[in-house]
């Protein structure tokens, strides 16, 4: 597996508390992405980030902000946490975006988020 | 716009049916696509990839797929399935022109013992 961290691995907060996900990889990997994954949604891009401070909106993208200041960090921040964001988390890694060999993803081992 | 579909949603089989997951994708320029498995209560690991050469390719743990251009599909086989093969399967492209990758709406495949 690649090396893909995610912490915490299980969280339960309050609405309304600000939530900070982090995923940390010691690949060395240009891009990274949040996605979460709920029953009959499949997986949904919340944010990505093609390089230090670069970072983009996905396609579930309100509620949320990320940053990533350093290349093996990539955080997600719920900026005041809704039920409606209940949900597993997952983090990814690909090195490149050409096409080729080594264009797949990898993903972390995801963070359960519960939202009371 | 790029698009992935799965046709297949849900998926019983028994132990030693053969299965094949079907995906198309809506994309004319430079093709790579992507089988993905998420075992229960884990994380999306690689299957198997495509990118160039030969269309039929093999992946893990006895599956394969073949890239048929012409019928813009990627379907995944496994002759003989087994019952630890129960998991979700997704299949994906990176975009061209972004830097993400869409992926379909996964098929739930349960293998009865």
């Known amino acids: 597996d690649a090396g893909i961290t995610q912490s915490p691995r299980h969280k339960v907060t309050e609405t309304g508390t600000p939530v900070t996900l982090r995923c940390h990889q010691t690949?060395?990997?240009?891009?990274m992405y949040w996605y979460r994954q709920d029953p009959g949604h499949g997986l949904r891009l919340i944010h990505y980030?093609?390089?230090?401070?670069?970072?983009d909106k996905g396609e579930v993208s309100d509620g949320y902000s990320v940053s990533r200041s350093k290349t093996e960090d990539f955080l997600l921040t719920l900026e005041s946490a809704t039920s409606s964001q209940t949900s597993v988390y997952f983090c990814?890694?690909?090195?490149?975006?050409?096409?080729?060999?080594?264009?797949?993803?990898?993903f972390g081992p995801g963070t359960r988020l519960t939202v009371l | 716009a790029q698009s992935v579909s799965q046709h297949n949603h849900h998926v019983i089989l028994s132990e030693a049916a053969s299965l094949e997951l079907g995906c198309n994708y809506s994309?004319?320029?430079?093709?790579?696509l992507f089988w993905y498995v998420q075992y229960p209560g884990q994380h999306l690991q690689l299957l198997l990839k495509?990118?160039?050469?030969?269309?039929l390719v093999k992946g893990i743990k006895g599956f394969e797929a073949e890239f048929i251009k012409s019928k813009f599909s990627f379907n995944l086989r496994k002759p003989s399935v087994q019952w630890s093969d129960t998991a979700e399967y997704f299949c994906?492209?990176?975009?061209?022109?972004?830097?993400?990758?869409?992926f379909g709406t996964g098929t739930r495949l349960k293998v009865l013992a």
């Open positions: 980030s093609y390089g230090v401070k670069d970072t």
């Open positions: 690949e060395n990997h240009r891009y």
């Open positions: 990814a890694i690909s090195e490149s975006m050409a096409s080729g060999d080594n264009n797949e993803q990898f």
């Open positions: 994906a492209v990176p975009t061209s022109g972004t830097y993400k990758y869409i």
């Open positions: 495509y990118f160039s050469g030969d269309p």
């Open positions: 994309y004319g320029g430079t093709v790579n």
